[in-house]
């Protein structure tokens, strides 16, 4: 990246280092208003004989469930001290209730931000669809989320109390059974130290979670009805979340080298216009994922500021940051089709000079404006 960039960016982030360190009453108001809202139209959806109504609050449950479950990205991003006992609180109301703790995130998607590993075959989180021109992986992707509830639901009832007796199944079970990512035959590495403590205390009390909630509801405590409303939420939180993962955050055209600074964020994706779709499948500031690639300690509610300080950069006398303006598309339904058009087009490649006297992001060869 030439010098220019460097400043441009330095730049912004200078003005920016106010609001690196987490605000904890965002953060936690945040977290209580979200899953307080996502669980008390849980319990109404119960309760309610009218078949719209109870539709109404199992998507209003769906949506703030997947804004809450959407923290486990920020907590990766928080530094060891800082917001004490927030990720006790979300495990709690969020990650236990829907098998999803957050050591199965934990350290992957570390491994996506690194420059070493991102768009390669070793980051969890990057299909190359787009570079390899196949439609077969993201709509296997997508068809998942209908059996990601009963995958989760079977790893913490049979899986993670067999495998105590099982040192071969356990294996596996850490191995291949443990990381929330896009890449179905990853094998994530074991953690060891502090992180391997927190992954237990997590893993036993989802299993007792859901083994007292199967128990009150066998023995009529609960309403068997539960579990399909827990499915359908869970279900379709992984769709809206799938749609967002497959359209709004990358173009996957990597087809496996080690990309340049600039490469990578022009790999990213912003949804950058305010729409009611956008919020529902990028809520906490997913919908700004170049941005965040750029910034990736930046909290959630920072990214906008950030975004409009870039924005200002590219714009500038001579676009020191002229590829973060590639990054910009517009809308979700938008960059469905985008990335459909794309996929169709071929095979793109990056790490290719276009053939024209003015430079460009090499990755910018292969995605013309259309």
């Known amino acids: 990246m030439e010098e220019v960039d460097r400043q441009a960016?330095?730049?912004?982030?200078?003005?920016?280092?106010?609001?690196f360190k987490p605000n904890p009453w965002i953060f936690w108001t945040d977290l209580v208003v979200s899953s307080?809202?996502?669980?008390s139209a849980f319990v109404i959806s119960l309760n309610v004989e009218s078949l719209a109504l109870k539709a109404l609050c199992l998507f209003i449950s769906a949506y703030a469930m997947y804004r809450t479950?959407?923290?486990?990205?920020?907590?990766?991003?928080?530094?060891?001290?800082?917001?004490?006992?927030?990720?006790?609180?979300?495990?709690?109301?969020?990650?236990?209730?829907?098998?999803?703790?957050?050591f199965v995130y934990r350290g992957l998607h570390r491994i996506h931000h690194s420059t070493r590993y991102y768009g390669t075959?070793?980051?969890?989180?990057?299909?190359?669809?787009?570079?390899?021109?196949?439609?077969?992986?993201?709509?296997?992707?997508?068809?998942?989320?209908?059996?990601?509830?009963?995958?989760?639901?079977m790893r913490y009832l049979v899986l993670a109390p067999l495998s105590v007796f099982s040192p071969r199944l356990r294996t596996w079970v850490v191995t291949k059974a443990s990381g929330f990512v896009m890449k179905l035959d990853y094998a994530r590495r074991v953690p060891t130290g502090r992180d391997m403590?927190?992954?237990?205390?997590?893993?036993?009390?989802?299993?007792?979670?859901?083994?007292?909630?199967?128990?009150?509801?066998?023995?009529?405590?609960?309403?068997?009805?539960?579990?399909?409303?827990?499915f359908i939420v869970l279900s379709s939180i992984m769709i809206l979340n799938g749609f967002r993962g497959?359209?709004?955050?990358?173009?996957?055209?990597?087809?496996?080298?080690?990309?340049?600074?600039?490469?990578?964020?022009?790999?990213?994706?912003?949804?950058?216009?305010?729409?009611?779709?956008?919020?529902?499948?990028?809520?906490?500031?997913?919908?700004?994922?170049?941005t965040h690639h750029i910034f990736p300690g930046l909290p959630y509610y920072a990214l906008p500021k950030a975004h409009k300080l870039l924005m200002k950069e590219s714009e500038a006398e001579g676009k020191p940051l002229g590829f973060y303006l590639a990054c910009q598309w517009s809308t979700i339904t938008l960059a469905i089709a985008r990335m459909i058009h794309l996929t169709r087009e071929g095979k793109p490649q990056v790490g290719h000079k276009p053939a024209v006297a003015e430079p460009k992001p090499a990755v910018a060869a292969a995605f013309p404006d259309f």
């Open 9 to 19: 960016i330095i730049r912004v982030k200078h003005q920016l280092a106010h609001l």
């Open 36 to 39: 307080t809202v996502g669980w």
């Open 69 to 102: 479950l959407a923290f486990t990205h920020e907590m990766e991003h928080l530094k060891d001290g800082d917001l004490p006992y927030f990720r006790a609180g979300w495990h709690v109301v969020c990650g236990a209730p829907f098998c999803m703790p957050h």
């Open 121 to 153: 075959p070793e980051d969890p989180e990057y299909l190359p669809f787009v570079a390899q021109g196949s439609f077969r992986e993201p709509i296997l992707f997508m068809v998942l989320a209908f059996v990601f509830p009963f995958g989760v639901a």
């Open 197 to 230: 403590l927190i992954w237990r205390i997590e893993e036993v009390t989802t299993v007792i979670f859901v083994w007292s909630i199967v128990a009150l509801v066998l023995n009529g405590v609960l309403p068997a009805m539960l579990f399909v409303h827990w």
């Open 246 to 290: 497959l359209a709004a955050t990358h173009r996957y055209a990597s087809t496996g080298e080690v990309l340049s600074f600039e490469d990578h964020i022009f790999d990213c994706v912003n949804l950058n216009r305010f729409s009611i779709l956008n919020e529902l499948v990028g809520p906490v500031g997913l919908t700004y994922h170049a």
